[in-house]
C-alpha cells in the first residue's frame, strides 16, 4: 500500500526495472533516480553481491528466523562501521519506535544531517510502507546484541544537529547518512556533540527493511546517553536471509569508492536556493506543497526522479553520463 501522505508517489509511471541509479518505464522512458528511496539505494537499486547473498542464503532453506552464525557476521560488520558501539536489530522501523518508547525515548521524526535539521514533518526513510500498527511484544526469542569488538578504519558517525526530540533524558536518535562530507570514504566530516543514539539509513531497498540502533555511537559524549540501554527491548529475531543481506550491505558501503565530482552541478547549485552536503541537496527555505509538485512534475518530466517529499533530500546518483549531468544542471538552474 503506497503512503497516502506522499501523494506525489502516484505520479510515478509504472516502473519496469531498476538497474544502478537509472528507472525504466513501461513505455521505454529511462529515469535517473534522485530519490534513491530515501537513501535506501544510494549504491543502486541492483547491488549484485546483495542479490547473491540472498539467494544463496535462501537456498540453503533459511528463512525462517532460526538462530544463526549470520547473526554474529551481522554484528562484525557493523562494528566495522561503528567500532565500539553497541547495536539492536529491529524488524522494521515501527518494531525500532515500540522499543524506543517502551524504553522512555519519545518523540516525531529523527534528525536528519542530510537536511541540516533537526527533522520537521519528514516520513519514514523509504516512505513507501504506511504507518504500521503498534507491535505487541518486540523482542523476538534471539539475544540482546551487545558490543562486538572487530579491527577496521574508525568511520565517524553523524547524526542531525538541532535540539533533542520530545525524549526522556534527551536521548533523542538521529539519522546517520555516509558521503555526507568531501573526500573518498563514508566517514563524513563532522559530529554533534552527543548524538549516542544512531539509525544508520543503510543501503537495503525493501519496504520494511530491518533498522539498526547504534548506542553509544564512537565520537559520542560518553555522559550524554542518559538512557540505561539495558531498558530497551531486545534485538528482533530477523531470518538469515536478512541478516546475509545486512551483513553486505555494511560491507559493501564500507568498500565504496568515494562520490564522484559533478563540477557543472556544483557551479549551477552555487548561491541558488537547493543546498548541498556530500552527495545530498535539500531546498532552504522548503518550498510550499504545491511549488514542490510543480517542482517535481517538472523533474519528471525531464527524466528525473525527486524525492516524493521536500521533506527527504535529493541524492546524486554514483555515476551519470556528461548529458544527464547537463540535462540535470538545466533543470536546478530553472528550478530556482
Not at 204 to 223: E, F, K, N, Y
Request: hydrophobic share 45%; with cysteine.
Amino acid at each position: 500500500m503506497l503512503d497516502a501522505d506522499l501523494p506525489l508517489i502516484r505520479e510515478i509511471p509504472l516502473i519496469r526495472r531498476a538497474r544502478g541509479w537509472r528507472l525504466y518505464t513501461e513505455t521505454g522512458r529511462r529515469l535517473l533516480d534522485l530519490w534513491q528511496y530515501g537513501g535506501e539505494a544510494i549504491l543502486g537499486h541492483t547491488p549484485p553481491s546483495v542479490f547473491r547473498e540472498i539467494k544463496n542464503t535462501a537456498a540453503r532453506g533459511l528463512a525462517a528466523p532460526f538462530p544463526s552464525r549470520l547473526e554474529a557476521r551481522c554484528l562484525r560488520a557493523l562494528s566495522r562501521l561503528f567500532p565500539g558501539a553497541s547495536f539492536r536489530l529491529y524488524r522494521d522501523e515501527a518494531s525500532l519506535r515500540h522499543a524506543l518508547a517502551a524504553a522512555g525515548v519519545t518523540g516525531g521524526p529523527f534528525p536528519d544531517p542530510a537536511l541540516g535539521t533537526a527533522g520537521g514533518p519528514a516520513p519514514a526513510l523509504g516512505a513507501v510502507g504506511g504507518p504500521a500498527p503498534a507491535l505487541g511484544a518486540v523482542g523476538g526469542p534471539g539475544p540482546a546484541l551487545e558490543t562486538v569488538g572487530g579491527p577496521g578504519p574508525a568511520l565517524e558517525a553523524v547524526g542531525g544537529p538541532g535540539p533533542a526530540l520530545g525524549t526522556v533524558g534527551g536521548d533523542a536518535p538521529a539519522l546517520w547518512r555516509p558521503f555526507l562530507g568531501p573526500g573518498p570514504g563514508i566517514a563524513p566530516q563532522g559530529r554533534p556533540p552527543g548524538a549516542a543514539l544512531l539509525v544508520p539509513v543503510l543501503p537495503i531497498t525493501w519496504p520494511g527493511a530491518p533498522r539498526v540502533l547504534v548506542i553509544r555511537a564512537p565520537g559520542s559524549d560518553p555522559g550524554h546517553l542518559k538512557l540505561n540501554s539495558a531498558s530497551l527491548a531486545p534485538s528482533d529475531a530477523l531470518s538469515p536471509v536478512i541478516l546475509a543481506a545486512l551483513s553486505r550491505v555494511v560491507y559493501d558501503l564500507i568498500a565504496a569508492p568515494a562520490p564522484p565530482v559533478y563540477s557543472r552541478l556544483d557551479r549551477t547549485l552555487e548561491g541558488s536556493a537547493w543546498k548541498r552536503r556530500g552527495v545530498y541537496l535539500c531546498l532552504k527555505p522548503a518550498p510550499e506543497d504545491a511549488a514542490y509538485a510543480a517542482l517535481f512534475r517538472r523533474f519528471l518530466s525531464g527524466g528525473f526522479l525527486l524525492p516524493p517529499s521536500s521533506a527527504l533530500p535529493a541524492i546524486l546518483p554514483g555515476e551519470m553520463s556528461p548529458g544527464e549531468e547537463a540535462a540535470l544542471a538545466q533543470l536546478f538552474r530553472v528550478s530556482v
